[in-house]
Structure formats: structure tokens, C-alpha cells
């Protein structure tokens, strides 16, 4: 399993503190965060692949600095974005999963057996030649999930995957989430999608109030936001 250290992290934008001393050694499988709106979930998030650096503290994944040795990292760590139209990048549904393995130097034929697995996991195979920008919200939230499943990285983080899904999408990428054998860090709202993780991390103000088994910190979280 991957080991995911954030030591001593603080983070502000425009001299708001959002991140406020946040240590923490993630080595469980499936780690939720959870949080009101605004207590810094995301940031600590994007922190893991670099795609925010502290302003002070550090973040270490499998023994990488994410600040020195970023590319690396990314290689290591997917991330799935709440909004799927940033990751988005091809034309149809097949090319934008099949761009992920571009750099990947697989022959053909195993480039395009891996992207059809991952359509299939996310029920995608009917819509595969579509245009990707015209599937539905919740459709482009399955693209992007295949899109960073099929390069089969060591650590997937994903911020609101389930946001946009209807109860039906929501279980396959659950269960599916359930099936991953690499590590999995899930910023959610959709306590239901957490209640089977082994962690969940409950944030409050930037800073980590409870962290625990899934129903003695989720029992916190509900206490806390009442
Ligand atoms: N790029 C940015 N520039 C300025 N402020 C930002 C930026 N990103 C986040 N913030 C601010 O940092 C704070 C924490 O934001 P963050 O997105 O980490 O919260 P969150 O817990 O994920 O919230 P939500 O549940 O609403 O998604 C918020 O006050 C937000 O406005």
C-alpha cells in the first residue's frame, strides 16, 4: 500500500489560513475526507499530486517530496476533478480515456484492451465513439474517473466523484471504488460513499477535528455541523 505524510502542512490563500497545521500519515486503503463547505478539504486534496503547494510543512507520498519531485508523484497519483470538464481533453469518449495512456508505450492492441476495461467499469462501452463534451454531467464524471483508472495508478485521489451521479451511478463507482487495489483518498459530501472506507479524516476551519473508523468520525462530523 502507498503512505501518504503530510507533515506540519499549513496553507493560506490571500492571508486566509484554509490549511492550518495539518499532520497526518495515510496508509489505509480507502481514506474519505469530509468537511463543511470550505474547510479546506479540496486544498489538502490537491496537495497530494502538487497541484497546490503548501506554504509551509511538507507532503511525502511513497517517500517522495510532492514539492521536489512532482513528476514523479503525478505518475504515481491520479486525480479525479469534481468539475469533469476541466479533465477533458479529446474529442470522444474512446480518444479522452485513451489519452491518459499516451506516454505509456503500450502496443496498440493492449492500449485499446485496457481503455475498453475501463469503459466497461464505468458502464461507458455504449457511449465510447460519443462526443465527450455533450455526454451528460454525470456521464463526464464516469469519463473522467475511466480516464485516470486505466493508467492503473498507485494512489487515486478523487474530490466529489459522485456529485453529479444518480443513485444508480453512484453505487457502480462505489462499488468499483470497493474493487480498486491501490489507494484511494475520496473527498466527499456523500457520507453514505465513506460509511466502508477504513479512515475518515473530518475537517473544520483548516484544521483536522476527528479522524477515525468511518462511524465514530462520521458520528462526529453530523455532531459537528449539527
Ligand atoms: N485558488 C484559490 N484562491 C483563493 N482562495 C481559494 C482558492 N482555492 C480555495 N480557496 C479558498 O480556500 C478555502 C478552502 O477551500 P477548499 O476548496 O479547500 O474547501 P472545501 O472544504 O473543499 O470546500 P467544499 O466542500 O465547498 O468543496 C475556501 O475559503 C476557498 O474560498
Redesign the pocket.
Known sequence: MSEIVFERVSHD??A?L??DDVSLVLRERRVGIV????????????MINGL?TPASGRVVVDGLDVARQGREVRRRVGFVF?NADNQIVMPTVREDVAFTLRRHRLEKADAAARVDAALDRVGLTDLAERPAHRLSGGQKQLLAIASVLVAAPAIVVA??PTTLLDARNARRVAEHFESLDQQLVV?S?QLELLESFDRVVV?EA?RVVADDVPGAALDAYRALIG
Do not use: I, P, Q, Y
Request: aromatic share 4%; no cysteine; hydrophobic share 35%.
Open positions: 490563500f490571500e486566509e484554509v490549511v468537511g463543511a463547505n470550505g474547510s479546506g478539504k479540496s486544498t489538502l486534496a490537491r497546490v469534481t474530490d466529489e473527498v459530501h475537517m483548516g
